[in-house]
């Protein structure tokens, strides 16, 4: 099972892949996870992403694509299933991954779409920041960080649609009643034919492939 969460912040989808990657026993790849790694440790990435964390911004795709390549590239030798969280969140991320993912044979199955009100995301990432003290999570920052992903990620949804991987799901649930939708969702995906690894269509940004 090959897996993309593609969510905005604060609906949950640290918490369901970590229920997916325990469900099905493959690797969950938290590129905020990552990062946040990287920092605490002052590594030259860490370093250089420090700033955009901070406020809210998007790591540049030179940085996070090394990661993906990597951690898909330990993916495909632990096994070939993974759960990829927090990319892509834009569409030449999106193209990135997808070539990725092509070239290691490891195209996704499911780009699973977790859908929440924004404030309720609000709300939940004000309460989160109290307990974990994070400087990414004051009020300025998430409704920027809202506003990027609704300008630049969620147009992603429309390609995995178009290539028939999309599930959405309502998080604005209770987390226990997502993740049993999820699971459920993910287990007949996983009960239907693996489709060969194909070019993804034409969605109209230009000639490369897109999707992941």
């Known amino acids: 099972m090959r897996v993309l969460m593609v969510a905005p912040p604060g609906a949950g989808k640290g918490t369901q892949a970590a229920v997916i990657s325990a469900h099905f026993n493959i690797p969950h790849i938290a590129s905020g996870d990552l990062l946040r790694d990287h ?15 901070d406020r ?14 990597d951690a898909l590239t330990a993916a495909k030798a632990a096994g070939g ?58 009020e300025e920052v998430i409704r920027h960080r809202l506003r990027v992903y609704h300008e630049v990620t969620y147009p992603i949804v429309a390609w995995y649609r178009q290539r028939g991987i999309l599930v959405p799901v309502d998080a604005m649930r209770p987390a226990k009643d997502v993740a049993r939708d999820i699971i ?10 693996r489709r060969p690894e194909e070019t993804a269509p034409d969605d109209g940004w230009g000639p490369h492939p897109s999707g992941s």
């Open 56 to 69: 809210g911004e998007l790591v540049p795709d030179s940085i996070i694509m090394a990661l993906v390549r």
């Open 184 to 193: 459920d969702a993910l287990e007949a995906r996983q009960a239907e034919p």
């Open 39 to 53: 920092v605490a440790r002052r590594t030259e990435i860490g370093t250089a992403v420090k700033g955009h964390l």
């Open 81 to 138: 299933g993974y759960v990829l969280d927090g990319v892509p969140r834009t569409i030449e991320q999106a193209r990135a991954t997808y070539q990725i993912a092509r070239e290691l044979g490891m195209t996704a199955d499911v780009a699973l779409h977790l859908t929440a009100d924004d404030e309720e995301l609000l709300r939940r990432l004000l309460a989160r920041a109290l307990v974990e003290h994070r400087s990414d999570d004051t």
